[in-house]
C-alpha cells in the first residue's frame, strides 16, 4: 500500500491515515483500531461491560468488524441481522445472510435474524413498488423498517443497548444532508448516543469516528469476509452523492470529514440548537395502536401505515 | 436562451429560472429584478429612502447592479471604490476603476475612490506579498483591508448604511465555509443586515436572495458595461472552489442553494446558536489605538498590524 514505516514499530506500513498524520503496520493497526472504538465508548459514555448489546450487522464490512472488536473488547454481544428481501439479481439478502450467519457461527456468538418477507408478507422491493413512500424514497422507506424492527427486537429481547455501525462518512453523508436543508429536528437528534426513551431503547454508534476506509481496513487486515456488493437499491441515492462529493473534499482537505462532524458535536454541545422548538423531545409520543412503537402520529405509526395493507 | 414564452407576456423569455419555476422576457426581468430587490430592502428592513446609502463597488456585475437598482428605485446613494492595485498582468484594478468611474458620470452620481496604495504605499499584492497572513490567505487579508475601508469612509463621510452587492452564491459559499468548520463566530454574525454598533456603520447586502447568473443577467439586459474578468488572485481560492462543488449540486437539485441559505437564516431567527458563547457580541471590542476603529484585540487592529511595517 505504501513505501512509509509503521509509527510504532520499523514494519512497513500497511495503511496511510493523512487525516490523523499516521501510517501503521497490520498488527499496530489492528491494535489502533481497537482502542480507538474503546476511547469513542468512554468518551460518549456508550455501555460497559456489565450491559446486553444487541449489534445490528447487515454483512457489511461495518458492521461485521464491530461486532468483531465489540466480541474482542469482551463486550456482552448477540448480532441481529434482518433479510430484507434485495435479491432480484445479485441475491443481496441471501448472499449478507450467509455472510453474517458464517461470522456468527466461527465465533460461538447468538445472531437473531428477522425475515421481513416472513415477518410481513412482503420483501422490502416489493412493499417499496406497493407504497408511495418507497418509490420516492427507497432508501428511506428501508431505513424506517430497519429501524422498527431493530428497536422492536431489542425490546422484545431485553437488550439495553442497539450498536449500529455507522462510520463517520455515513454520518457526514447525514449531517451534510441534515445541514443543507437545515431539518432542525434531524440536527437535534443527530448524535454518537441517543438516551433510550419510553419504548425506545439506548441507540449508540461506536465507530462515528472512524473513516470508512479504516473500518475496510480493519475487515480486511483481520480477514473478515463479508457482502462488498452495495444494496443494489442504493445507486443513485442522495447518501452515496453526497459521500462521493465529501470524498472529493476530503482529498483537497484531509481530516475535512472529521472536523466537520467533530465540529457539529461541539456546537450542539455548547449549546446550538438547544433553544429551537424541534429540541423539545418526546412531548407528543403516544404508542402505535398496532405495534405498540412510540410514534408522534396520532393513529398508526409510518411503519404499520406502511406494512399494513 | 430558452424557446420559452415569459410567464407575464407573450414574448419570448430572456432567462428562465428553474430554481423559481419562473421564466420571463427582457422587460418583465427587469421588471422582477427590481421588485424583487426591493422585497428583500423591505423583508430585512435595510433601509428607507430618507437614510444616505454608500454602496461598495468593484466595477463587477454585482455591486454595479445594486447601484444600478438602487439609483432607479431612488434611494441616496454614493458610491465607494476601492482600487486595490492589482494590476501585473491584465490591469485588473485599472479597468474596474475605469467601469466604475463611467457607470457614475453617466448617471451624475458621487463616487468616492480610495487607492491603497496611496493611502497605505503599498498595493495589496505587495501588502500580501510581504506579511504571512498575506501569503497564506491573500483573499482573507484582502477582504480585511476592504472591510476596513469600508467602514471607514462611511463612517467619516457620514453615510448611515454601507450596502455590499453579495449575491445568493457569495452568501452560499461563505456559509458553506463557515458550516463545514463550525465557525460558529462567524455562523452568529452571517446575515443580510449587520445592524450599527459602537464604531461599525450598519450592513446590508440586499442581494443575498439572487443568483449569481440573476444579477449577471441583469446587468447584460441592463447593458451595464463592468469587468468581466475575476480578480487574478481569486483563482483557486476556497470560495471559488465552494462556489463549483455547490453549482453541481443546484444542477442536481434545483433550489437547494436559496434552501441552504433561507434555511439557514431561519434556523438562527428560531434562536440557534444564541446560546453559544460566540453570540455575544462586542463585549470585548476597543479602539484601536492608530485608527480608531473597534477592535478585539488589546493593541493594535489586524488591519493596522498588517499595514503598519
Known sequence: MTSMKCHSCTARAAIRMR????????????????????????????????EKILVAVSGGKDSL???????KSGYSTAGLYINLGIDSEESYSQESERYTRE??????LTLHVVNVA?????????????????RDKPCSACGMVKRHE????????????LATAHNLDDEVAILFGNVLTWQADLL???SPVLEAAEGFVRKVK?????YE?????YTLLRDIPYIEEECPHATGSKQLYYKDLINKMEEEQPGIKLAFYVGFLNTKEKGAFRNLPEAAEGLELSPCPNCGQPTTSSGLCAFCRMVNI
Open 150 to 161: 431493530m428497536n422492536r427486537v431489542a425490546r422484545d429481547l431485553g437488550y439495553e443497548i
Open 188 to 190: 437535534v437528534r443527530q
Open 213 to 217: 476506509r479504516e473500518t475496510a481496513a
Open 65 to 71: 468488524a464491530l461486532w468483531d472488536v465489540l466480541w
Open 206 to 210: 461506536p465507530f462515528v469516528r472512524f
Open 103 to 108: 461470522f456468527a457461527a466461527e465465533r460461538e
Open 118 to 134: 416472513e415477518m410481513y408478507g412482503e420483501t422490502i422491493p416489493q412493499m417499496t413498488q406497493r407504497t408511495r413512500r418507497g
Open 19 to 50: 487525516q490523523h498524520r499516521l501510517a501503521l503496520c497490520k498488527d499496530h493497526y489492528l491494535e489502533w483500531f481497537v482502542e480507538q472504538t474503546e476511547r469513542a465508548i468512554k468518551k460518549y459514555q456508550m455501555f460497559s461491560h456489565d
